[in-house]
């Protein structure tokens, strides 16, 4: 059974190889969504729309901190299809800093991405959405909102992804009059370019040693999730947070 077929999705940072936004992408794609790929470039963002199964995917270049752009890519997924049934905003970068070492532009860099990113492309989107009377929010939130940063995030990450799960919720309660959904997904350590190279042997034992399943997760675990909660599988779910994480919380 094909989850999204005839859905129109747009996903932010989604052009990196083994990226949970790729992923979601394919994933998306094998389920029937006709899938827009938004990243920083432009050449990038093509070719992971080029790479995916079925046809009508397209890449186009935006910066979410930017609102401008952000009103663009949504204007042109309107002007391509129409409508606009899921947006996932998942373009995320981190910093592994310690409290005292975050200076100004540390903190707008990180927060910008993660928090101003995820409010300026769901306000782009919201009014197609309200209109249609349906659309699901999926945001990138994580582990680090729930206990910390750890060794991959600063506490501004943490900062900035908590304050996603707030705007989630916020979100979701305003938009579900209109059966607009909100949910946000909390993934835990999964193998990423976000997390490729960065520990020692020892730090890696270490992560590992605190996750109950034993390994890292896959880009596609995530990726399920968001299928799960852009498709009407969740279609009474609004304001949750959904944690993939190994059972690293338990
Ligand atoms: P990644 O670095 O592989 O991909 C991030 C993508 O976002 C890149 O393609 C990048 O170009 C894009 N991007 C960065 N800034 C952008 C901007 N201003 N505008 C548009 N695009 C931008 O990262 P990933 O591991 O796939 O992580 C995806 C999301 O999941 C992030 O929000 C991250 O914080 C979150 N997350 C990841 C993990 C993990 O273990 N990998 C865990 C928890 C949460």
Not at 14 to 24: D, E, Q, Y
Not at 188 to 193: C, H, K, P, R, S
Not at 234 to 245: H, I, P, Q, W
Request: net charge negative.
């Amino acid at each position: 059974m094909k989850l999204l077929e005839g859905q129109i999705a747009i996903i932010t940072g989604a052009a990196s190889p083994r990226g949970l936004g790729k992923a979601t992408a394919q994933m998306f794609a094998e389920h029937g969504a006709t899938v827009v790929i938004m990243d920083l470039n432009k050449a990038d963002a093509e070719a992971s729309a080029a790479d995916l199964p079925g046809t009508g995917h397209f890449g186009i270049n935006g910066n979410v901190t930017n609102k401008d752009d952000c009103i663009r890519v949504a204007q042109a997924t309107l002007d391509a299809f129409g409508k606009i049934d899921v947006l996932v905003n998942n373009a995320g970068i981190t910093q592994p800093l310690k409290i005292l070492d975050i200076e100004a532009g540390h903190y707008d860099a990180v927060t910008d991405v993660s928090l101003r990113g995820t409010l300026y492309m769901s306000q782009a989107v919201i009014p197609a959405m309200r209109a249609q009377k349906s659309g699901s929010i999926v945001n990138m939130s994580s582990v680090s909102a729930q206990r910390g940063g750890g060794i991959f995030g600063g506490p501004h990450y943490s900062a900035a992804k908590a304050g996603v799960l707030g705007l989630t919720k916020a979100m979701a309660r305003e938009l579900a009059p209109d059966n607009v959904r909100a949910n946000a997904i909390c993934p835990g350590f999964i193998a990423t370019d976000i997390t490729a190279g960065k520990l020692t042997d020892d730090m890696l034992k270490q992560v590992l040693d605190g996750i109950p399943m034993g390994r890292a997760g896959e880009a596609k675990d995530v990726a399920g999730c968001a299928l799960f909660l852009a498709s009407g599988l969740s279609g009474y779910c609004t304001g949750t947070e959904l944690d993939v994480n190994g059972g690293s919380l338990i």
